[in-house]
Structure formats: C-alpha cells, structure tokens
C-alpha cells in the first residue's frame, strides 16, 4: 500500500510564498519521478511541476520562475517552494509519484492541500 501526503497549504496574501511537501511511504521499491498538479474550483487538474529521480525539472508556464520543485529521494519527499503567488495559484495542490511496488508501475496521488491567495 502507497501513500501520498502532502502539507503545507494555507491562506497567503498575493506576493506571498509557501512551501508545500509531499512525502510517499509504503512498499516502495523505486520512485521515477515525483510532481504537483493543481486542481481550481470549476477547472480541470492541471500540471504544475514535476521532477525525475535525476532532477530533471518540468514547469507549467504561469509558474515558471516562480515555482522550484525539488526532490529527496532517500526519504522519498518532494518540495514545491511557491513564491510571488498570485491569487490564480489558488486551488487544491497534489502531490503525485510515478513509482514501482513489488507488483506494479503507477501513478500515485496524494488527498490535497488546499492554497488560497487573496488580493
């Protein structure tokens, strides 16, 4: 059994930051990459971040220069350091891990944090 959970979230004024964590536990046996997706009221899940086991980074557009994703691969955490935010960040964050177990290759997803930026 995996488990995804992600803190951090909160309430920020715009131009603030926050820092998100995702941390993946169970039978792990290799993560390939780990990533955040971010969900608005009335919009479909959309990608934020990601970030393989090498540190190959991906950044949606609107988050480029603001967001830095990073991962710990020994204690299976990823990061989303969130700065400048503006109040189009806010939404529902999930933590997602592409990742093996002795039985199979998947995606995994965390519960959420919810991030509101207010003006």
């Known amino acids: 059994q995996v488990q995804l959970v992600e803190s951090g979230g909160g309430l920020v004024q715009a131009g603030g930051s926050l820092r998100l964590s995702c941390v993946a536990s169970?039978?792990?046996?290799?993560?390939?990459?780990m990533g955040w997706y971010r969900q608005a009221p009335g919009k479909q899940r959309e990608l934020v971040a990601t970030?393989?086991?090498?540190?190959?980074?991906s950044y949606a557009e609107p988050v480029k220069g603001r967001f830095t994703v990073s991962i710990h691969t020994a204690t299976k955490m990823v990061y989303l350091q969130m700065n400048t935010l503006k109040p189009e960040d806010t939404a529902v964050y999930y933590c997602?891990?592409?990742?093996?177990?002795?039985?199979?290759?998947?995606?995994?997803w965390g519960q959420g944090t919810q991030v509101t930026v207010s003006s």
């Open positions: 169970g039978s792990i046996w290799n993560i390939y990459s």
């Open positions: 997602n891990a592409d990742l093996n177990t002795r039985l199979r290759r998947g995606d995994y």
């Open positions: 970030i393989t086991s090498g540190g190959t980074t």
